[in-house]
């Protein structure tokens, strides 16, 4: 085994990290804030763009926007947000980086009333006023979303939109865009108030035309009505476990209610995800979105100023994750909450094995962004990991695909400890919720491009037995470096 090794990774200083010439990029996992209510000292408020770490619920504001609402999506395409902003005294759509410089999109304020990503290169935006679809393809060019013919403009029916109430949001399972309006409650049963109805509409395989008929049906959740009056609305949508659709709303009670629920895409059926309160500020509910890193449906708080986290069939408060990402000045914030889901297919990041599961279940083992060399923010990431813990990260340049246990600790290793030539450890920490992080960017050294690593994270257990030694190991995770 060489101890004079060629530089694959570097636990960095920032000395050590080279400059980059443009914006560092999104990161998987991080989570974006746009609201009209960012905190700017006590009792003023400021519109914006703030980035959430989910390793640590650390917030910090990426710039000031005017104008903002809550039409925003990332596209992994272009590396950008996609959002509904005033720069410059001009309103509309705009592409906006890391950094937080915008380029105008060419759609004004109303044409870009709400605003979905496919995820290659396809911008859907709702217009206000003609309930068209507006298309912004790859290049940057603008039609409209076609009906099933494929030889007239497709516009949507149906109650009067509602700015506070309304999403869009596009399914790749499905191939279909989602839309969030209001529907009566006697719809679900019950005597009064309202609930949200959700609207699909399926695309086809070209994306620029729909495919069938419009599918509308009102989210009536398997629970009793807890009390007739109350005015539920849909904040919005956002991938969720298991192939469903995350919703999250509000209304105005501070009762136990679910606020966040499932909906099958496919069915359209909806079902309880987790029910927050009793509290007092339960109804500030003002956005949301399913964090795939935490593994935990994420709400703003904006009577607490704060992210609350919650599992599957949780009740009550969740936990804290992060504070002062809104005003103190009320509860009404307008503001969205998405995470990045960066796309690294074709980006030579593959899993591969199984591991052996810890307590909370396989760990899914990952990177922040593709392994790009002299790119900083590369981290390697895991989930369901023992909660504020330290985990050792494996890499070698050899992989054990099948897994095997030379070292007899009950656990599946996939990196070969023998026939590695380069073999490296680095330190992992976990936060209280289970997700696991290199605590400082993994810098990728040109010298190494096209060379393939294979990494994998192991952990050690106090709360339940998952193997003979305590510990736990993830999939391995190939490393490609560009």
Not at 156 to 170: C, E
Not at 291 to 311: H, Q
Not at 324 to 337: E, F, R
């Amino acid at each position: 085994m060489k101890n004079t090794l060629p530089i694959l990774l570097f636990l960095t200083a920032p000395a050590l990290v080279p400059a980059s010439a443009t914006a560092q990029g999104f990161s998987d996992g991080d989570m974006y804030l746009v609201s009209q209510a960012l905190p700017l000292g006590t009792g003023f408020s400021q519109q914006g763009l703030m980035r959430i770490s989910p390793f640590d619920g650390s917030a910090a504001l990426v710039k000031s926007f005017q104008g903002v609402t809550r039409s925003v999506a990332y596209d992994p395409f272009r590396d950008r947000l996609a959002m509904n902003c005033t720069v410059n005294n001009q309103s509309g759509l705009y592409f906006v980086d890391s950094d937080g410089n915008a380029t105008y999109g060419g759609l004004n304020n109303s044409q870009a009333f709400q605003i979905a990503a496919s995820g290659d290169g396809r911008i859907y935006c709702l217009d206000a006023i003609s309930r068209r679809l507006h298309v912004v393809d790859a290049s940057g060019a603008i039609s409209d979303l076609l009906d099933s013919s494929g030889s007239a403009p497709f516009a949507l029916g149906g109650p009067v939109f509602n700015s506070s109430a309304d999403d869009l949001y596009y399914d790749s399972g499905t191939n279909s865009l989602f839309f969030m309006q209001w529907t009566f409650a006697t719809d679900c049963g019950w005597t009064s108030g309202t609930m949200p109805s959700i609207v699909k509409i399926p695309l086809a395989a070209n994306g620029m035309q729909i495919s069938g008929a419009v599918q509308t049906a009102p989210v009536c959740l398997p629970i009793a009505h807890p009390e007739n009056g109350i005015d539920f609305n849909a904040d919005s949508l956002s991938a969720g476990p298991g192939g469903k659709l995350f919703l999250t709303m509000d209304d105005n009670s501070n009762s136990q209610f679910c606020r966040m629920a499932l909906i099958d895409p496919v069915t359209l059926v909806s079902s309880v995800y987790a029910q927050n309160g009793p509290y007092i500020g339960a109804a500030a509910t003002n956005a949301g979105c399913y964090s795939k890193a935490l593994g935990r449906g994420v709400i703003l708080d904006t009577f607490a100023n704060e992210l609350r986290a919650f599992g599957f069939g949780e009740t009550g408060m969740g936990v804290e994750f992060a504070q002062g990402v809104s005003s103190d000045t009320g509860s009404g914030d307008t503001a969205k909450l998405i995470e990045i889901h960066v796309n690294t297919t074709g980006t030579s990041l593959n899993v591969y094995g199984t591991g052996t599961p810890g307590c909370a279940g396989p760990h899914v083992i990952g990177a922040t962004k593709a392994p790009i060399a002299n790119v900083p923010g590369f981290r390697i990431t895991c989930t369901n990991a023992p909660p504020s813990s330290l985990g050792l990260l494996l890499v070698g340049n050899v992989p054990d695909v099948f897994g095997s246990d030379p070292l007899y600790l009950g656990i599946l290793t996939h990196v070969d400890l023998f026939n590695s030539t380069e073999l490296y450890a680095f330190d992992l920490d976990s936060n209280p919720l289970g997700y696991g992080s290199s605590p400082t960017d993994l810098a990728l050294s040109p010298a190494i491009v096209g060379n393939t690593y294979y990494a994998q994270a192991l952990w050690y257990w106090t709360s339940c037995s998952p193997s003979s030694s305590g510990l736990s190991s993830s999939p391995g995770l190939a490393i490609t470096v560009q």
